[in-house]
């Protein structure tokens, strides 16, 4: 049986795709995005260590490479850096494996019930333009002043991606690929496992991506406000204390985080998509 509904799964990608998609395989995006990425940030370095030489700006603007290096080593040697390292990344991980989870469970429900698809995707759009932020004083009165504001905040911001996504991606799924399954004898189980969610992969894996990016913007942005640990709560309280240097080393670790996270969700990406189109 599950060799059937892999058979039945191959016409679903095929059929979808462009005709000269199906004359051949399907190329994926190489590494030049990658090679791209790597070079605007050494031009960055680049521009600064230039522009703080040649004194276009003021230390009080941004500090030359060499002290934000010195305040960050400085920093590192300390159990405060990686205890707010380790905060950030525990929240946002929790929300984003939280946000993913939920956005697919919903985005499942929208696609078997469309009419409460229908109902409720205004308000997920609405919600999407909204700052989570808003509702953070409301959350530390039910909750309190600890990680949980952070978590559950950033896990709204990480579900509503997942979910439209999840749903679009579904909901384009041709309804001949469905009927196919159950000449075969498929159950609805074995129609979402092995049908309706590797057709929609390419949006559930574009969920992903967008999840994982709002859940860091939601721990970073919800950290800024009261929270008592975490990177956005140390950039706050450095920029209050004056000390730039460490602020933007600061800064940095958290575009790093960043760009670890967008690079390795890529990756996936990439990876998922290329077993895909070869099956």
């Known amino acids: 049986m599950t ?28 590494p030049a995005g990658a090679w791209s ?21 003021s230390e009080a603007t941004l500090p030359e490479p060499g002290s934000v290096w010195t305040a960050f080593t400085a920093a590192v040697r300390t159990g405060r850096f990686w205890a707010d390292c380790g905060s ?31 109902i409720f995707e205004p308000y997920l759009v609405s919600f999407y333009a909204v700052p989570m932020v808003l509702f953070y004083p409301v959350m530390i009165v039910i909750v309190g ?3 949980w504001p952070v ?22 799924i041709r309804p001949v690929h469905l009927k196919l399954a159950r000449s075969l004898g498929c159950g609805r189980r074995q129609t979402l496992l092995h049908i309706a969610l590797p057709a929609a992969a390419p949006f559930l894996l574009a969920g992903l991506r967008l999840a ?31 000390d730039n240097a460490t602020m933007v080393a600061y800064i ?21 998509l290329k077993g895909r189109s070869g099956s």
């Open 3 to 30: 060799a059937r509904v892999r058979e039945a799964a191959r016409p679903a990608a095929d059929e979808t795709a462009p005709p000269a998609a199906r004359r051949r395989a399907v190329r994926l995006p190489g």
């Open 37 to 57: 990425t790597a070079g605007l940030v050494v031009l960055a370095v680049v521009v600064w260590i230039a522009g703080s030489a040649a004194s276009l700006w």
């Open 88 to 118: 950030t990344v525990l929240e946002v991980g929790v929300a984003f494996a939280g946000g993913a989870v939920l956005g697919l469970v919903v985005g499942v429900v929208f696609w078997k019930a469309p009419i409460a698809g229908k």
């Open 145 to 147: 002043i600890n990680q």
């Open 151 to 172: 978590v559950i905040l950033s896990t709204a911001m990480a579900f509503i991606p997942m979910a439209l996504n999840t749903w679009v991606g579904l909901r384009g």
């Open 212 to 242: 994982g990016v709002y859940a860091l913007i939601g721990a970073i942005a919800m950290e800024f406000t009261t929270a008592s640990s975490g990177l956005g709560h140390r950039i706050r309280y450095l920029y209050e204390s004056f």
């Open 252 to 272: 940095l670790v958290v575009f790093v985080i960043s760009l670890a996270l967008t690079s390795s969700l890529a990756v996936l990406e990439r990876v998922l």
